[in-house]
């Protein structure tokens, strides 16, 4: 499904251009020397990687047929690292809602400034977003970073006191620990005739032995009119090590907030651990069947698809795999590679999108 929100597309595709998907790796970095017992340590210098977690626990989204979600319940974290460098980047956010960067930073903000050029579009700016990239590039505070209690609306020079990052029925926060490790939450209430939408994601790689884990989790509380389960939430934890295809760990939740009263009848759960991703998709459309017919009325417009997308992503060709607790399409087929391919809506969306390269 989708695409990576905060950097330039140029930049991600030269750099997957030089290495290879995590699901689609021909063989381990050290094959050759897999017999002898001579396989080299690992050097976190030597490998690249671009690799992002996103979710929302409402997502409406458009393919026109680049991907174009945009979240209420917001969360997000991207790691970056070139050959050779000593550091890599964090990028972390959190926020009430994001419409992506295309109509965030581009349409509504007259222009997107680049990282830690300041705020110089002198446009709109999203009053519910945190914001940290790690390492700090800039002297003193960090100009890429964001913070939600004050921010320039239009027109230029109203400066309006917004939200605090954490208040009564509201949570989005980010932040990088370093440049290997961030994490990001949204979390906000009545939304869209939902009670209470959010999410939250983490991400690290560690640099001994390179191996990255993400764990995200979205959710929807309380959506007005549903027919079955009133709620939902979606777990996805994502291992990747650079010389091994990714493996996923997942559970999907439904239950009907105003029937707890009944014990063992007011929920349903499914999941698996350690899923190779080439055999995710599998395994994830066989434990959903099980309970399809049970499931089949979540959400006002009985959104409950649950197939999870898997692919390569619009932007830069890296893996992609995005599940949800409930999704429903609204394109036209007769549209296929034009404006309106498709849109519609996930509920408790996480999407995971990722290349590593090799290390030699």
């Not at 992506?100 to 709109?124: F, K, M």
Request: include cysteine; aromatic fraction near 8%; proline fraction near 5%.
């Amino acid at each position: 499904m989708s695409i990576r929100m905060h950097r330039s597309t140029a930049r991600a595709a030269a750099i997957a251009g030089s290495l290879v998907l995590v699901g689609a790796m021909a063989a381990p970095a050290h094959a050759a020397d897999a017999g002898s017992g001579n396989k080299a340590a690992f050097d976190w210098s030597q490998s690249s990687y671009i690799l992002t977690v996103r979710s929302g626990g409402l997502e409406t989204f458009a393919h026109i047929p680049r991907d174009l979600p945009q979240d209420a319940g917001y969360s997000f974290v991207e790691l970056v690292h070139d050959t050779g460098q000593s550091q890599g980047q964090c990028e972390s956010w959190g926020a009430g809602y994001w419409l992506g960067q295309e109509v965030e930073e581009g349409v509504l903000g007259a222009g997107a400034a680049p990282p830690d050029a300041g705020d110089v579009s002198g446009g709109y700016r999203n009053p519910t977003t945190s914001r940290q990239v790690r390492p700090n590039l800039s002297a003193g505070d960090s100009q890429s970073d964001r913070h939600p209690a004050l921010h320039n609306y239009f027109p230029p020079g109203n400066d309006v006191y917004a939200f605090p990052p954490e208040g009564p029925g509201y949570k989005w926060t980010a932040k990088c620990d370093n440049d290997l490790k961030g994490q990001g939450q949204g979390d906000v209430l009545n939304v869209g005739g939902i009670q209470a939408v959010g999410s939250t994601a983490q991400a690290a790689v560690d640099k001994a032995t390179g191996v990255y884990t993400a764990t995200s989790r979205s959710y929807v509380l309380g959506i007005e009119g549903a027919a079955g389960f009133d709620s939902a939430s979606s777990f996805m934890q994502i291992t990747n090590r650079p010389d091994k295809d990714a493996t996923v760990t997942y559970r999907m939740s439904y239950f009907n907030s105003g029937d707890l009263n009944k014990p063992g009848k007011n929920g349903i759960t499914f999941g698996g651990t350690d899923i190779p991703v080439e055999q995710f998709a599998d395994q994830f459309n066989s434990n959903a069947k099980t309970f399809g017919s049970a499931i089949a009325a979540v959400g006002p417009a009985g959104a409950a698809t649950l197939q999870p997308e898997v692919g390569v992503s619009t932007d830069g060709n890296r893996y992609s795999i995005t599940i949800s607790a409930g999704h429903g399409n609204l394109g036209l087929a007769a549209r296929a590679g034009g404006l309106g391919e498709n849109q519609g809506m996930r509920l408790g969306a996480i999407t995971f999108q990722g290349v590593y390269g090799q290390n030699s």
